[in-house]
């Protein structure tokens, strides 16, 4: 089992866990204690089966279940890579526009995540590839500074 954590300036830190049955299991722990776990398709890691958003008394006691005061320390390894998380407006000019999130393909083709998106009406954490994207959303977005760059190219269809 690999743990991978990446820091997310502004909301918190998202923990990425590979079981070693080849699962992939998300943990988006924001600053303000509000806790969100995201379930991933096997064979597609940008498929967001489910989120359940829990709170921060929601998310102590899920802890204490999955590993008891009693319970020995089975060890992870955690990678501390460096990544940038950028905000991407999503402008009337977008090929996205209208469209749903997974036909960006973000991840599969620039190795980015797309963590939120912020519209006028709130934001939407953990979108799933169905969300349709409308002009005048901003994507929060985390990944290596190429990643990120590249995805705001493709975002913007230059």
Known sequence: MTTQRTRLPGVGTQYDISTRGGRHISVVAHQDGRRFVGFYQPDDPDACQATVPLDPDEASSLAE????PDTPDLGTTELDIDLVTERIPLTTQ??????????????TLTG????????RTGPIPSPTPDFRLEAGDELVTVGTREGVDELIRIISGT
């Open 65 to 68: 279940l999955l590993n008891p």
């Open 94 to 107: 977008s090929p996205y526009r209208g469209r749903p999130l997974g036909d960006t393909r973000a991840r």
């Open 112 to 119: 980015a995540s797309i963590v939120a998106v912020l519209r």
